[in-house]
């Protein structure tokens, strides 16, 4: 799961550049950022971060809940006031989020989708 993660996060930092916020992974077990923003540091500190966490668990398992007769859940976007947050829902019950900043969110289903391969 680190590797995954920090794939992303050199990927997207790349990719994105200053949009990227945050990129990070969560399981049953395990919690880690890979990476925040230097401008981040401060205003995210480690309480804050744990409470993202137990939201993303949360919305993790309402996706996991989800109707599959569409098929599984690979990601989902959240849209909040201070950016977005993509979740890529991997199999083995794992999630990886990044947070980007709201306007770099153009032509979502690309972008998604190029990230997975990324992380591959």
Do not use: W
């Amino acid at each position: 799961m680190p590797r995954r993660a920090k794939r992303l996060a050199e990927y997207c930092e790349d990719r994105l550049g200053d949009g990227l916020r945050a990129v990070g992974y969560h399981s049953d077990t395990a919690i880690e950022v890979v990476y925040v923003r230097e401008d981040l540091k401060e205003k995210y500190p480690p309480d804050r971060v744990e409470r993202f966490i137990d939201a993303s668990r949360s919305v993790h398992r309402d996706v996991a809940g989800m109707d599959d007769r569409m098929g599984t859940p690979e990601a989902s976007l959240h849209m909040l006031e201070e950016g977005l947050i993509i979740q890529f829902h991997l199999p083995d019950d794992d999630v990886v989020f990044l947070s980007m900043d709201r306007d770099v969110g153009r032509n979502f289903t690309r972008f998604i989708r190029e990230c997975i391969e990324e992380m591959s």
